[in-house]
């Protein structure tokens, strides 16, 4: 079976990073070497909105040159404040990794996330920051990742810009979570996500000196609710890969 990680060593000195050695090259996946439906569909879906027409218009052909396009446009991507990993298992039946953050943590608190962080000066760009914090927090061996490509930037509660990149990895691999940061590894079967009803979440809010309750769209997912920061990634992502369009809101419970 033809491997389906594609990489360019030529663009190595380009795409090198100071931080570590670990991220010396960026793997990325094309949609012909996957098997699995659902994750052929979503990556060819991701890479055609990341690329639209430059492919043809930049003279990108072949196998090579559609790698390069994309690593092109990941690395030239603007950095944004920080940048999370959304995880899927490439296999028959497709998991994504989530996780929960540690309760004495000063920002989202026991919330559920995707693996990821905030950018650092040595990362040289967003994938990078997204491997570097899930290497961190999970123990992923960066060179594991299969870079898919990435989603829109979604707009944290604190105002920072979190870039999502979506990457495959080939089972098994041992996880560990950084218990400084995080509580919990867990994981959401993918189908399943695609099409599940999102349910209403009700919690409290502070507006204006007073506290109200608002509910807003989540997933439950292994006794864990997935909503928030992490519930529109993932809603962007099904929208992207599968034209499903969720309503997302903050709307006030009446008392």
């Not at 994750?39 to 218009?57: A, C, F, N, V």
């Not at 000066?121 to 999970?138: I, M």
Request: aromatic share 6%.
């Amino acid at each position: 079976m033809k491997s389906p990680i594609e990489m360019l060593s030529a663009s190595k000195a380009r795409h090198q990073n100071t931080h570590s050695p670990r991220f010396e090259e960026l793997a990325v996946v094309l949609p012909e070497h996957l098997t699995q439906p659902s994750l052929k569909q979503m990556t060819q879906r991701i890479q055609q909105t990341m690329l639209g027409e430059s492919l043809t218009d930049n003279g990108y052909t072949g196998e090579i040159g559609r790698v390069q396009a994309i690593l092109e446009h990941l690395v030239t991507t603007p950095i944004a404040d920080a940048a999370v990993l959304v995880l899927i298992t490439n296999e028959v039946q497709p998991k994504v990794l989530l996780t929960r953050r540690a309760a004495h943590l000063s920002s989202h608190a026991g919330e559920v996330s995707f693996a990821g962080g905030k950018h650092d000066e040595g990362d040289g760009n967003n994938v990078v920051t997204a491997l570097r914090e899930a290497c961190e927090e999970t123990a992923l061996p960066p060179s594991k990742a299969q870079i898919v490509g990435q989603l829109p930037p979604q707009t944290s509660k604190k105002g920072l810009a979190v870039r999502p990149i979506v990457a495959l990895v080939e089972p098994p691999v041992t996880y560990v979570p950084e218990l400084g940061e995080i509580a919990r590894i867990f994981w959401g079967d993918f189908e399943q996500l695609i099409t599940q009803p999102t349910c209403d979440y009700v919690l409290p809010y502070s507006m204006g000196g007073r506290s109200i309750s608002i509910k807003t769209p989540c997933w439950r997912v292994d006794g864990e609710v997935v909503w928030g920061l992490t519930g529109r990634i993932l809603a962007n992502l099904l929208e992207v890969g599968f034209d499903r369009e969720i309503d997302w809101y903050y709307d006030p419970v009446d008392a």
